[in-house]
């Protein structure tokens, strides 16, 4: 959720945007016992998912005593990662986070980073190819599509009416996760007919309008889920600009400062919220293990949670923020 003509610029300007911490030199090996560099490359700069995820990530590596570098594209497209696992493979750090931006297409890049002795641990986003990265760490993102279609079950209190889900891009292993948990979870609640689901393509301004056509279509819409945070935000725009805000129960998924002023304003009915300080986190924790050569967890989730106004302030500790 495009290329870049000139890497060393705007590798600079995203190092900037992101907050990017210790420098990472030419020198060294991702193998070397004396290589204390960490390398998280996010999904994309900017988003306060990455950014409470940097957070955590920074923290863990500070306190290993390791130097750390964030750098992200400026899209979330892997035709604008790609260039940055380039530069960052040169440089060669003990181990590199990153959320692929794609299942598919970021796999060569990150094989590169494996075969040059780099420990590649994915976060948030995983590769269809499981034999690159040695953890991978990310919230049960289908719990949490199961968890958005109980919602709207309950925010719906009986009443029948249209469902839609509204997802990113295709081959984004998350979101994809969410929606296939949604449509599986929702065949339980006969009073909602699940509609499908519509890309976005991680522009706000897409999803209002996917909104806005549907409703158009659909005048018996009752709920909709938003996969992710931009997708959210302007399911919210697109709703309150057709005048629906509240007669259709939105459930977004993620718990940016935007999306948590619309629970509290009452744009959106209930938010799915993930822990990505966390997941950065156990990622330099995985990290760590496998440069010591210990045993790494393969797979790990961590947990999601079902916000709604009523009950925000107890959970504030799962709103993102805008930077560390």
Do not use: H, W
């Not at 959720?1 to 030419?26: E, F, N, T, W």
């Amino acid at each position: 959720m495009k290329i870049r003509s000139a890497v060393a610029v705007s590798a600079a300007i995203l190092l900037a945007a992101c907050g990017g911490g210790g420098q990472i030199g030419d020198s060294g090996s991702g193998n070397s016992a004396a290589n204390k560099k960490l390398v998280l490359i996010p999904g994309i700069t900017a988003e306060p998912f990455y950014i409470s995820m940097q957070c955590g990530f920074e923290e863990a590596a500070k306190a290993a005593g390791y130097e750390f570098d964030t750098q992200a594209p400026a899209k979330f497209d892997a035709a604008q990662q790609t260039p940055i696992v380039t530069g960052v493979l040169a440089s060669k750090p003990a181990a590199v986070l990153i959320a692929p931006t794609d299942d598919k297409a970021m796999a060569g890049p990150m094989k590169q980073l494996k075969d040059a002795g780099i420990k590649v641990v994915e976060v948030d986003t995983k590769l269809q190819d499981t034999s690159i990265a040695l953890s991978s760490i990310s919230s049960n993102n289908e719990q949490g599509g199961k968890l958005a279609a109980e919602t709207l079950n309950k925010l719906a209190a009986g009443k029948s009416g249209s469902v839609l889900v509204l997802n990113t891009k295709a081959g984004t292993s998350t979101t994809d996760a969410r929606a296939k948990g949604f449509e599986d979870a929702i065949k339980n609640f006969p009073n909602l007919k699940y509609i499908g689901q519509q890309y976005t393509d991680n522009e706000p301004a897409t999803a209002a309008s996917k909104v806005t056509a549907t409703l158009a279509a659909n005048p018996d819409l009752i709920g909709v889920f938003a996969t992710n945070l931009n997708t959210g935000e302007g399911a919210a725009t697109g709703l309150r600009n057709a005048g629906k805000t509240g007669a259709v129960n939105l459930v977004g998924f993620d718990a940016s400062p935007k999306q948590v002023q619309d629970l509290q304003s009452g744009s959106v009915q209930a938010l799915i919220a993930q822990d990505p300080a966390t997941i950065g986190k156990q990622g330099v924790e995985q990290a760590l293990a496998a440069i010591g050569g210990k045993e790494t967890k393969r797979n790990i989730e961590t947990d999601l949670v079902a916000i709604t106004k009523d009950d925000a302030s107890a959970n504030s500790k799962y709103f993102y923020k805008q930077s560390c």
